[in-house]
């Protein structure tokens, strides 16, 4: 029987730590060579480079997938309130609802007149249409949800069954408050649906509030060992705040002098940020704060920043410091992708082993897996 395999789109590394868990071949994509590095290290195999080549490019061979992941870049219109946001949204709306995606040279074209991060997000959509994959879904920030909402209508007329909605990382025991805006979308006859929670929801507003029924959500304290002991991490991205920026953790300054920012642990060294606080380095002692350090100058370290996104332990970013964070804060936490994908796979189990059929784009002599 041919092994499971999902084409992950603007790869990383977080969606593939999930994979590999669960014994699925994932070819991935990626253009950042660190994060080639990062998944090379890792044993995970990148296919290509530039997503663009999997749509314009000449090989018959295609990476053959049951399953297709993406979470594609979205700075645009990611702040679609405002003047330019807002004209990225409509952009691409636009491009969905006259089927610019069906047409990859046409689809490239549109990037070359707006942004090209415009027609990269609609990527996703174009591999869809041409190779139709079993399952498939989609992670990025909250305002993208309108895009979500729209590629949802044409997967439906392709006959694909979906969900979209907001699915928040600390309900599946990530130690980080953080919602994304997720589409689940599968063709095997199974209506689609978010994963069960796990863990409760964290409110912001009450937060002695637990839902019942599953475990409490993870605190920063429970995963490090130290900090936040009565709320999730503020949100890890590859910049400042939950939509970009500068800083590796999201408004990490505001909880600093707040009751519940407890030390629980010795002797760590913190490098503090200039943007947050007053420059040089910070150290932790024993029972409490050193003096040199003021609260609202910390910064976590990588390793610190990949545990809250729930990597496992030991997992090795290439390069630089800013690419390392990059990387990390960019990521799908992997407990949270772990979760989406058994919610798509796990029905798999229970039927028969897919069929092979020949297909004329692999006149070549190659077969195509399909269910």
Request: proline share 9%; with cysteine; net charge neutral.
């Amino acid at each position: 029987m041919i092994p499971m395999q999902a084409l992950d789109l603007f790869a990383g590394t977080g969606w593939g730590v999930a994979l590999q868990a669960r014994g699925i071949r994932e070819g991935g994509v990626e253009i950042m060579p660190e994060a080639q590095a990062s998944r090379a290290a890792a044993g995970m195999e990148t296919i290509y480079s530039d997503v663009w080549h999997g749509l314009l490019g000449d090989d018959p061979r295609r990476f053959w997938h049951a399953l297709q992941i993406a979470s594609p870049p979205c700075q645009p219109f990611s702040l679609s309130g405002k003047g330019a946001g807002r004209a990225a949204l409509d952009d691409v709306l636009r491009a969905i609802v006259t089927g610019a995606y069906r047409r990859p040279e046409r689809l490239r074209a549109l990037g070359a007149e707006t942004d090209d991060r415009t027609a990269l997000v609609l990527t996703p959509l174009a591999h869809v249409y041409r190779d139709r994959p079993l399952w498939v879904t989609w992670e990025q920030v909250p305002p993208v949800l309108p895009v979500w909402e729209a590629c949802a209508e044409e997967l439906r007329a392709m006959g694909y069954s979906v969900w979209v909605g907001i699915i928040r990382a600390e309900q599946f025991g990530v130690p980080q408050a953080r919602r994304r805006a997720v589409l689940i979308a599968r063709a095997d006859g199974i209506e689609a649906a978010p994963p069960t929670p796990t863990h409760s929801r964290f409110y912001e507003r009450e937060n002695d509030r637990l839902d019942e029924g599953v475990l409490p959500w993870v605190t920063m304290a429970d995963a490090l060992g130290w900090e936040l002991s009565s709320r999730p991490s503020p949100t890890i991205t590859g910049g400042g705040t939950e939509t970009g920026g500068a800083e590796p953790i999201a408004k990490l300054a505001r909880y600093t002098s707040r009751p519940d920012w407890v030390f629980r642990r010795p002797a760590t060294t913190v490098v503090a940020d200039p943007r947050l606080g007053g420059p040089g380095r910070s150290e932790f002692v024993k029972g409490g704060i050193s003096r040199q350090n003021r609260p609202g100058s910390l910064r976590i370290e990588a390793h610190e920043a990949a545990k809250l996104q729930s990597y496992p332990d030991g997992f090795h970013f290439a390069g630089g410091l800013g690419k390392q964070f990059l990387q990390i804060g960019n990521a799908v936490p992997p407990l949270m992708a772990g979760a989406i994908i058994d919610e798509l796979i796990a029905p798999a189990a229970h039927r028969p082993a897919p069929a092979l059929e020949k297909t004329p784009a692999l006149a070549a002599g190659g077969e195509r897996q399909v269910a």
